[in-house]
């Protein structure tokens, strides 16, 4: 079963590498919807500084969603996720696998890649890491929300906006949190509680998510 | 079969140019640093971080020109079909973006002494990280497909189509005010800095130049050993077939 | 309607099976069997429920009435124990364009965790191993489904759910799948094909899928 | 490799084509001729180049080295003209799943311009007009096909070019597709078709695609 | 050739409406998008003013980028993309048939909701006409240039993230005019030089995007 697991990892780990290399593309994304603000908005580093946080995470967070798209549609496509589904163990470690692939392929790098656009963005140098360790809560339960709408939407008509719709409500607690844990931080106050309650709220996900993505699958199969 | 134009006139070529090239760029590029970085005077308003200059310029340069290159290889290999001229534009890239990237780094290392931030978002910095995008998409497309025929046109329409952002990029100090300072050394009245700094820079630029032509060179090369490797290979596949067939 | 019954003690038993899609009655009171060593072949015109059928035995589709079992007890109280023991071949070929045939079985052997031969052989079986390190993307169609029926041999199951196996294949692949089957028949193992051509080989069981009397009162879905 | 020339005037006419796929040459040195009425199978093993040719012929792909004339002039000439005189149907239905199967050829005919037949008749002569108003989405793989081969009747061509028409259908259908397939020659029509199965009707000429001789000089891409 | 054009245009209409209310996610999109700021940035409504035409038009740039992978990528899934090209008129006028649908599906709705968007996020009373004139210019532009990237990947891996990296950069322009028109306009400036850079563009890639477009698409068919 555990080998079974870490295959699974491992498989979705190398169709991102062969499909062309997945984190890098998310990577650029990011950087160029957040450079996008600041051309909207005009260059002026304090208002840049004010809008930083929120930018950076809206960012993550838009990656994040155009990334989860082909979670589970494009093995429904050519008929893989039939043979996923009729694996001899619960589909539910089928999308905890799938979703931590996502993970290492998006929000993984997405956390690293956000401390040079906090530069880019004026970032005040206190909120580093709060920011970083907020994204390194925050992203996996961005991927495991995600899988929820991925497989509700999978096979489904216009399934992409539709995903959008559905998981972009329930991203929006974690965005509040993420951005003000920064902003706490930037102006000198602990973040602990925030951690926290994106702790629970990772912990709770992890063990819903999988399985409520497991159902929705079944009747995109059915 | 022209579609694989016979490289032998390319490789002739390169092996005649090679030996300069590199000798140039060797020349220049020690020249151009000791001069700049020890014997060139420090600015009286800029103290030494004038010397990031020497690095900077031609590498800002360089980043345009290599894709003006790609630009202009790109459009020949469409209209004629010049199987080289798509290796040529495939093995810019990376090159451009390289020195995209240190134009970036070296711009934004003088930035904080001299307007006290690594980055603000004036139109030249900003169309100059664009070009570092477009220097990645294109490259991305190259790999985005197997076949290398259909990647080389894809990709030769992407650089023409982003060829747009040149004149952005060289004409962003003059349509806004920005920044960033305007053009002092190409500009309708010569050159508008001391000669002091004047002649390193610019064996520094001739210097990048080389350096340019010199990798340009082995990567077009290694491209095309690369295709005859597999050339050969599928060739060598086929009759192993044929003669299993044939038993 | 009905499979007949064979001697043999039936590994494989559907009862008394209905399908509904979309709100339509596909077909109901289908039964048949199938024990260690047969091929039951279903058979019936475009639309009459044959893919839903193979869907269901595979455990994709629950059944709308009815009951499907494994070695005597219900597939749907040890799902995964069944699964481990059955490869469902379907419309779909389920290969990963981006890797090559070889990749694709490996991949398809590691994950389901036991592997009966290696890849190269199972190609080998279907007349393609010198295609084993091109990329999926790069196959014409009926080398696709000799990828994907190559399957098949890469990891062990009793049970083989093949729908539509013929598509696309040309004739010595028809033959080579022909006496695929026949070894993987003649070592115990049972074979559930769909399919409008013939399949090479010795000759196994007809099961006729008809579409359900839409008169009869108990085959109303609304019933 | 050669088509025998027919002694009618050649209406489609293929010479010395060649195809490269992934920089590799599939076949070369291929010629073919169709006149009025006549038929043209294409056989060759999986992966010979039969759905190569055939998209080739449709002008989807463009020739290596080559050239395919229509009534005397080359394709590439007036390629809008051919088309308005041609329908392919591919390995892929080409039919718009959330649209039933009637809307699917009344766009397909009225995006021709012309229209040869309701779409309620075509379907009929498939076997299928009571899925007139059922959405593709919905139908079974056989049901698909036949809705994409009804195509060929809503707007009117001289020129058919069929890849692999029989996959998924059942006998019925191949029947039915059969004299369809006739009764187009009979007017006159055209028929290229990429089958391993045998086609029903009278019969055609035959095109066998094999792959060039590795060993001939120049046929070393290299070269 | 103008009957075909006129059915294209209908056709890819219908389709969008029986796949579910095209326009409708499109919309909700760009709204959810632009109401993530204020949950972001803060309340305050002097900061929202200033960011407002920034935002609203990032927004739009993003909901088009986002409904762009469809444009091509269902068609030649599913075989239609090979009718299309086989029909006989040029593919350049069926591209523009397509883009002119994909804009009356998103560009034209995303306009007519942005002055709701202004609102939400006080956007000085002088500036609504700039921002719709821009809107209405700009999106047909975002039409036109998405077509060529839309085509550029079509059917290549991870397609939809490579579009993103190769469309963003080229919108920049369009974003930095109709942004400054707008905040041109909130200042009393007069915006007649937007709006003209703005129809030149126009007009010119309405003459260029369709052939490129066309180009890469046989590229795909190939
Ligand atoms: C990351 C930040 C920066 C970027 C992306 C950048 C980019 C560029 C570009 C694209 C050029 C154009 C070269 C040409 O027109 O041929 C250039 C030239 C130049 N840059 Fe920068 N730059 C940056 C920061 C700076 C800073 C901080 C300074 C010093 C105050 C500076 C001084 C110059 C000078 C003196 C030139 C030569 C202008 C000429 O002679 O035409 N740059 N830079
Ligand atoms: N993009 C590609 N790159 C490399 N090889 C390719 C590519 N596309 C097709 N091929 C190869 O071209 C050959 C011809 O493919 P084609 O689909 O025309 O075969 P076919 O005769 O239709 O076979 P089948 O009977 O299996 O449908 C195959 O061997 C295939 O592997
Ligand atoms: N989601 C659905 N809603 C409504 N009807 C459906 C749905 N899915 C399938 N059907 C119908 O169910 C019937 C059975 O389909 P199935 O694919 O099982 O047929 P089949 O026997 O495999 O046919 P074929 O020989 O054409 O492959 C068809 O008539 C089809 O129209
Ligand atoms: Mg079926
Ligand atoms: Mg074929």
Redesign the pocket.
């Known amino acids: 079963m555990s080998r079974t697991f870490l295959m699974l990892i491992r498989r979705d780990l190398l169709l991102a590498h062969r499909q062309g290399g997945g984190s890098l593309l998310a990577i650029a994304f990011f950087v160029l919807v957040v450079s996008l603000f600041p051309l909207g908005v005009g260059p002026a580093p304090e208002m840049l500084e004010r809008i930083a946080a929120g930018t950076i995470w809206v960012a993550a967070l838009l990656s994040v969603l155009l990334s989860l798209d082909r979670m589970f549609q494009a093995d429904l496509e050519d008929g893989s996720l039939d043979q996923l589904a009729l694996l001899p163990i619960p589909l539910a470690l089928v999308v905890l696998a799938k979703t931590i692939a996502h993970w290492l392929t998006t929000g993984l790098p997405l956390t690293l890649t956000a401390p040079l656009l906090g530069l880019l963005m004026q970032l005040s140098p206190d909120a580093y890491g709060a920011l970083v360790a907020g994204m390194l809560l925050g992203t996996p339960i961005l991927s495991l929300i995600g899988a929820i709408g991925a497989a509700l939407t999978v096979g489904v008509r216009r399934g992409g906006v539709l995903l959008t719709l559905i998981v972009t409500p329930l991203y929006i607690p974690i965005l509040i949190f993420g951005v003000s844990a920064v902003e706490a931080a930037a102006q000198g106050f602990a973040i602990s509680a925030h951690m926290l309650f994106l702790s629970a709220l990772l912990s709770g996900t992890i063990v819903i998510a999988p399985i409520a993505a497991a159902w929705s699958l079944k009747l995109a199969l059915d | 079969m022209h579609r694989f134009a016979n490289p032998t006139r390319f490789l002739r070529l390169a092996a005649a140019v090679l030996p300069f090239s590199a000798a140039v760029a060797a020349l220049c590029l020690g020249a151009g640093l000791v001069w700049g970085l020890f014997f060139a005077p420090p600015d009286y308003q800029q103290g030494d971080t004038v010397r990031i200059m020497f690095i900077h310029v031609p590498s800002a340069m360089m980043a345009m020109g290599v894709y003006a290159g790609m630009a202009i290889s790109s459009a020949i290999a469409l209209i004629w079909r010049h199987a080289i001229a798509d290796l040529i534009a495939k093995a810019s890239a990376p090159i451009g973006a390289t020195f995209t990237f240190i134009c970036l780094l070296t711009g934004s290392l003088w930035g904080k002494p001299m307007w006290g931030t690594w980055w603000v978002w004036d139109a030249r910095l900003t169309s100059m990280l664009i070009m570092l995008f477009i220097y990645l998409g294109y490259m991305a497309l190259w790999q985005a497909f197997d076949d290398q025929t259909k990647a080389a046109r894809a990709a030769a329409i992407l650089a023409l189509v982003g060829a747009i952002n040149l004149p952005v990029i060289k004409f962003s100090v003059e349509w806004w005010n920005t920044l960033h300072q305007p053009a002092s050394l190409i500009t309708m009245e010569g050159p508008k800095i001391h000669e002091s700094l004047l002649w390193p820079l610019l064996l520094m630029i001739v210097g990048f130049g080389a350096y340019y032509l010199t990798v340009l060179i082995f990567r077009v090369r290694a491209e095309i050993h690369q295709r005859r490797t597999r050339m050969l290979r599928m060739a060598q596949a086929d009759r192993h077939n044929a003669m299993q067939a044939a038993d | 309607m009905q499979g007949q019954v064979s001697t043999a003690a039936a590994v494989l038993e559907g009862r008394d099976l209905a399908?509904l899609?979309?709100?339509?009655l596909?077909f109901a009171n289908l039964d048949f069997t199938v024990s260690a060593g047969e091929l039951l072949k279903?058979v019936?015109?475009?639309?009459?429920?044959?893919?839903?059928?193979?869907?269901m035995i595979a455990g994709l589709v629950t059944p709308f009435a009815g009951q499907i079992s494994w070695h005597g007890s219900p597939v749907r109280d040890d799902p995964d124990g069944f699964c481990a023991d059955m490869i469902y071949a379907g419309?779909q070929d389920g290969l990963k364009t981006a890797l090559s045939a070889a990749e694709n079985l490996d991949l398809f052997a590691r994950l389901r965790g036991i592997r009966s031969q290696p890849a190269d052989q199972a190609l080998a079986a279907f007349g393609i191993a010198d295609l084993a390190d091109l990329p999926v993307r790069y196959m014409s169609a009926g080398q696709r489904r000799r990828v994907s029926l190559a399957r098949l041999l890469v990891a062990p199951a009793s049970l083989w759910l093949l729908?539509?196996p013929l598509t696309a294949l040309d004739t010595s692949a028809i033959e080579q799948l022909g006496s695929v089957v026949d070894a993987h028949r003649d070592g115990g193992g049972m074979v559930i094909a769909?399919t409008?051509a013939d399949l090479p080989g010795s000759p196994g069981k007809v099961l006729e899928?008809v579409p359900p009397d839409p008169f009869e009162d108990d085959a109303e879905p609304s019933a």
């Open positions: 399908a899609r979309g709100e339509r596909i279903l019936g015109r475009n639309g009459a429920g044959k893919s839903t059928l193979m869907r419309h729908d539509e769909a409008h899928i």
